[in-house]
């Protein structure tokens, strides 16, 4: 003979970790307790872009590698010296933005503002030394569009008053 279980009632069935649910109140409230897409697929654009950065980074590093050993020029250090001051801050920034992607991804508002305010200063220091805009600037663009989506700003909000 079995025993008759009490009914479950929709607050207890979900399942979040140290009852996160009952933290966040009412069922309107936790509306977004897991990650909505335009959040994951924003962050998601942005890693790509952190990897990419670094793969091209170190490329660089190859070539310039190169072209040190083959210099011979008085004038040659001295560009060579820009460009190395160059990429390594450029890589401190890819460094600062990974930092902020993750705390971005725990739900950390300031990280996203921090996220877009860096990114924004990327863009525009991008378009004044190039002078155009390419892939890479457009898809930062939507990664940041899609972080502050109607349904990105009310995760963010819950996972603040978790």
Known sequence: MTMPQEPVH??????????????????????????????????????????????????AMLLLAGASAGAGAAG???????????????????VVQAVLLVFAGKGRGWARMALAVVCVASLVVGLVSNGSINVGAVLTIVAIVLLFLPASNEWYD?????
């Open 10 to 59: 929709r607050d207890e069935a979900v399942s979040e970790p140290f009852g996160l649910a009952a933290q966040l109140g009412p069922p309107s409230a936790r509306r977004y307790v897991s990650k909505p897409a335009a959040v994951q697929w924003g962050l998601g654009i942005l890693w790509v872009g952190v990897v990419l950065t670094v793969v091209l980074a170190f490329l």
């Open 158 to 162: 819950a996972q603040g008053r978790a």
């Open 76 to 94: 040659d250090g001295a560009v060579m010296g820009i460009a190395v001051t160059f990429l390594v801050v450029g890589l401190a920034i890819v």
